[in-house]
């Protein structure tokens, strides 16, 4: 088989897989065997393209790169791609949260041919994203993306469900016209779509038409970072993640907000001022990690507070790279901030897609949400036929790693971000943040402890505290995560090195990996997790805490949304024009 045969079908099995899952609505009458149909659209979807992945590690582990052009048309007339060791990383991040985040729907819903079939388009959609190097291509698979992201959000049939869904697809769709028009703006400079042709012409212009080139840049800028949620075009996601169904979620927060980010990156590699985009982002980066953490100190649905949790932590992964653009992945700091970015991507997909999960469980058997009303969930999950506390274990391995406590995988990827940034002004704004998703999941953790709510707690329509669920398949996907999480921790320092070989391959210095267990870092930690539970202790009086009243019930609207990407647009135009 051809080494393009198979980057091919890292994106056509999902394709096939969803087309057999939809046959299933053909003989919907017959439900074992619409059952059956979706099944093995799902096991071709999700399982198959892992055979594909693995018989192309050999090449992208040795420095390879599979290239070409879709269907053999003449270049600059077909669509190219590149398959290469970014590529495999970013398709091994959303083929892992997918499939886990598949097998908990099987027990946590929802399910059918339909939920497949859209699942399976947007698998599809993510693996392209990364491989190809067409400017429009990638205008399409963002919005494929995007599309199948409207659609899923309101399957949880939740109450503003919809509405969040509609309020991603007018802010999206609206970012992506401009990325449109900035697409434009490039081809009309460059008579190219194909990232090489861009790069080409992009050598030859100056005066007025470099101009242009920027505006285009900050228009495709804008749009991507509005897709991975970075200050202050963030908006859009809490919502649409709280309300999402909980394996929804889990790919939402841990592929979907991240697979742009990376495929961004290949684009500025085309322009001369890249680094000045990547340096601005960094530091939208380490503001976006420390507010959002703050925002999240605030609410009291849990499913939003880890919804602002993603907003924080894809904070540090935009730090990481965008300081890693700045610095060139040609250098060692800069290979080494990256390699910290996608292992920070990675292990954030696994303890967040973990820690939406849990606490999906747990809000599904006790009926709350709310985080001041629940208590002693374990006792109620006991009641509802879990004997043994699994979710609470699993969830409580997932707030561990997203608080950076040792032997977990957040420990070590935040540690060889923070160090890597230790002469920046950004270690001490995501040092704090830390501090702040310290005292976060100390407070969401206390929904799973004996105690005395501060509000009555809700009851099931049919008036019980609780009521059963499908747990198998929830107690796979859980468990999968949490020794995820375990064996990151536990081989991250060896996966460093790994990783910044795969993105970088000519590199031949040596990284820059921190001492995990210095006594140095392990005091960081300490002290790190010591105000956290500081500053979770002072929220408890009157004055922080009205303050956090303030900040949950500000006003949200369709205006401030726009007004956020405007803004967020003229200062990145502001800054390149400087």
Not at 311 to 330: E, F, K, T
């Amino acid at each position: 088989m051809r080494l393009e045969d198979l980057v091919y079908a890292t994106i056509m099995l999902p394709l096939f897989g969803a087309a057999i899952a939809l046959m299933g609505k053909l003989v919907h009458r017959n439900r074992a065997f619409a059952k059956t149909l979706e099944y093995i659209g799902a096991g071709i979807g999700l399982v198959l393209p892992w055979v594909g992945l693995t018989m192309l590690a050999p090449v992208v582990f040795s420095g390879g790169i599979v290239s070409g052009i879709v269907g053999n048309w003449y270049e600059g007339v077909g669509i190219a791609f590149r398959f290469d060791g970014l590529a495999w990383l970013i398709q091994i991040l959303g083929y892992t949260i997918g499939l886990v985040a598949y097998i908990y729907s099987l027990g946590g819903g929802p399910r059918g041919p339909a939920f497949t079939t859209i699942f399976l388009i947007q698998t599809a959609a993510l693996a392209a994203t990364i491989i190809t190097t067409d400017l429009f291509n990638l205008f399409v698979c963002l919005e494929v993306m995007g599309i199948t992201s409207y659609v899923l959000i309101p399957t949880s049939k939740k109450p503003g469900a919809s509405l969040a869904a509609f309020s991603y697809l007018m802010v999206s769709a609206s970012a992506m016209v401009f990325f449109l028009i900035g697409t434009y703006g490039l081809y009309r400079l460059t008579g190219a779509l194909s990232y090489e042709g861009i790069a080409e012409g992009l050598r030859t212009i100056g005066g007025r038409e470099r101009l242009v080139s920027n505006m285009a840049l900050t228009l495709l800028v804008s749009a991507v970072a509005i897709r991975v949620a970075v200050m202050p075009l963030y908006g859009w996601l809490p919502d649409a993640h709280a309300l999402a169904p909980h394996a929804v979620s889990a790919v939402l927060s841990g592929v979907l907000i991240k697979t742009p980010l990376f495929a961004l990156s290949r684009i500025l590699g085309l322009f001369s001022n890249g680094p000045d985009v990547g340096h601005l982002m960094s530091i939208a980066g380490g503001i976006t990690a420390l507010v959002a953490v703050v925002i999240a100190l605030s609410q009291q649905d849990a499913k939003r507070l880890l919804a602002y949790h993603s907003i924080s932590q894809i904070g540090y992964v935009v730090a990481a790279w965008g300081m890693a653009l700045q610095l060139g992945i040609d250098t060692a700091l800069g290979i080494s901030l990256m390699a910290a970015a996608y292992l920070h991507a990675l292990f954030h997909a696994i303890f967040k897609g973990l820690l939406f999960l849990s606490v999906g469980t747990t809000i599904d058997i006790t009926g709350e949400r709310n985080v001041y009303a629940l208590r002693n969930a374990v006792k109620i999950m006991r009641k509802a036929g879990e004997r043994i506390p699994v979710t609470f274990i699993t969830f409580l391995i997932g707030a561990l790693a997203i608080s950076a406590l040792p032997p977990l995988n957040g420990f070590v990827s935040k540690n060889a971000i923070t160090y890597a940034m230790k002469d920046s002004m950004l270690y001490h704004l995501l040092i704090a943040a830390g501090a702040g998703t310290v005292a976060s999941f100390i407070k969401l953790s206390r929904i799973y402890l004996p105690g005395v709510p501060k509000l009555p707690m809700q009851r099931t329509p049919e008036g019980r505290r609780f009521k059963r669920v499908r747990l198998p398949s929830r107690w796979i996907a859980q468990i999968t995560l949490a020794l995820l999480c375990i064996a990151g921790g536990l081989w991250t320092p060896r996966l460093v090195s790994l990783v910044g070989r795969l993105i970088q391959p000519s590199f031949q210095g040596t990284l820059i990996i921190p001492a995990l267990y210095s006594g140095e870092n392990l005091l960081k930690t300490l002290w790190t997790a010591l105000a956290g539970v500081l500053i979770y202790l002072v929220i408890q009086h009157p004055i922080p805490a009205n303050l956090l009243h303030a900040i949950r019930t500000r006003p949200r609207n369709f205006k401030g949304l726009f007004v956020s990407f405007s803004l967020g647009t003229a200062g990145l135009a502001i800054w390149l024009l400087i």
